[in-house]
C-alpha cells in the first residue's frame, strides 16, 4: 500500500513540475470553468465533399458556407478572449475530423488519447496526440486493444467524478483504462448505459442530452437519460433545464459554455435560447446549417477544451 501511495504521489508532484517548468497551458476537470483555449479544426475538402450516405449526414455540406459558419464559431470565442489555436495536421478521408471534441479528453495531469468507436475516424488519435504534444500537453495514457471511447460521451460532473456513457462509441474496456489512469488522482468514474436510439450507425453520445452552463445548472434532454445518470444529477443538486421534443433533433443540448452561464449553441433553437435566457444567461449564437445540422455535430463536438480556468 505504501508503495502505491508513493506511486501515486509521485505521479502527482511530476505533473505539477511539469505544469511550472512549461506554464500551465492544459487542463481544467471542468464543463464551464471560464474558457481559456480551445482546440478547432477547419473545414477541409473531405469534408466538403463527404458522402452523405457515407458518413451518416443528413446532406452533402457546402464547403465555403461550411468555412463561413466555422469562421464565426471563432471569431465568438476570440471575442470572448479565447486563445483559439489549430489541429490542421493532413487527415484525407477523416471527413469527422472536425469534431475535435471526440479523439481526446484533456485532464489536469495530461491528455488521455481515446479510440475512436466509428470505425471511420480511426487515425484521428495519433494525429491529435501529434498536435496536443505540439501544444506542450503530456500525455497520461492512451487507449488501446479492443478499448473504444469517444469524448462526446464523457461529462466533468464535478473537478473529480467523470462521468461516461456507455453505448456503441465507448465499450466497457474503453471506461475501464480510463478509469484506471484517473484513479491514482482521486477522479471517480462513473458509468452510464446510454439507449439504442437509431442504433450503431448513428451518433448518440452522452453530450448529445446534456450539456452543463454553469457549475449547478445543466440543459438536458429527460426522454433519453439514464435513470442512474439523472439521479446522480439529482444527488449533486443540478437544476434541470429541459430542452423541448423537437429541438432535441437540432441538437439543442450540444451547448458549449465559455464561461458559467455564458454559452454557445445554434440559432435554430429558440425555445431552449429562451429558456436560458430566462434563466439568467448570456447565449452566443451560430448559423450551422452546414457544420452542424448536415453533419451532426454542435457547438460541443466543434471545440476541444485545452485550458479551463
Not at 147 to 162: K, P, V
Not at 211 to 233: G, I, M, N
Amino acid at each position: 500500500m505504501n508503495v502505491i501511495k508513493l506511486h501515486v504521489q509521485f505521479l502527482i508532484a511530476f505533473f505539477l513540475m511539469y505544469g511550472l517548468m512549461h506554464g500551465k497551458e492544459y487542463g481544467g476537470q471542468s464543463m464551464v470553468a471560464p474558457l481559456k483555449k480551445v482546440l478547432v479544426r477547419k473545414p477541409d475538402c473531405t469534408f466538403g465533399f463527404a458522402d452523405p450516405s457515407v458518413w451518416h449526414y443528413t446532406m452533402q455540406p457546402n464547403f465555403q458556407k461550411a468555412l463561413d459558419e466555422h469562421e464565426a464559431i471563432v471569431k465568438i470565442l476570440q471575442d470572448q478572449g479565447v486563445e483559439v489555436v489549430y489541429h490542421d495536421n493532413p487527415l484525407p478521408f477523416h471527413a469527422d475530423a472536425i469534431f475535435v471534441h471526440d479523439p481526446a479528453i484533456i485532464t489536469d495531469f495530461g491528455a488521455i488519447i481515446l479510440q475512436m468507436g466509428k470505425e471511420m475516424r480511426r487515425g484521428e488519435e495519433q494525429s491529435i496526440k501529434n498536435s496536443l504534444l505540439s501544444f506542450n500537453i503530456p500525455i497520461l495514457c492512451e487507449l488501446s486493444g479492443a478499448a473504444t471511447a469517444e469524448g462526446g460521451d464523457m461529462l466533468w460532473i464535478t473537478e473529480n467524478i467523470l462521468a461516461i456513457g456507455r453505448g456503441f462509441r465507448t465499450n466497457q474496456a474503453g471506461i475501464d483504462q480510463i478509469r484506471a489512469a484517473l484513479q491514482p488522482f482521486g477522479v471517480q468514474v462513473l458509468q452510464f448505459d446510454l439507449p439504442y436510439d437509431q442504433g450503431p450507425e448513428a451518433c448518440l453520445h452522452l453530450q448529445s442530452l446534456i450539456s452543463f452552463v454553469d457549475y449547478k445548472k445543466a440543459v438536458v434532454y429527460l426522454k433519453y437519460l439514464p435513470v442512474a445518470f439523472l439521479e446522480l444529477l439529482q444527488q449533486q443538486q443540478i437544476d434541470l433545464l429541459l430542452v423541448p421534443d423537437n429541438e432535441y433533433f437540432t441538437m439543442a443540448p450540444n451547448i458549449l459554455a465559455i464561461k458559467p452561464n455564458v454559452v454557445l449553441m445554434l440559432e435554430n433553437n429558440v425555445k431552449t435560447i429562451a429558456m436560458l435566457q430566462n434563466a439568467g444567461c448570456i447565449v452566443y449564437t451560430y448559423q450551422g446549417n452546414e457544420l452542424s445540422l448536415k453533419a451532426e455535430g454542435g457547438a460541443t463536438c466543434l471545440t476541444r477544451p485545452l485550458l479551463r480556468e
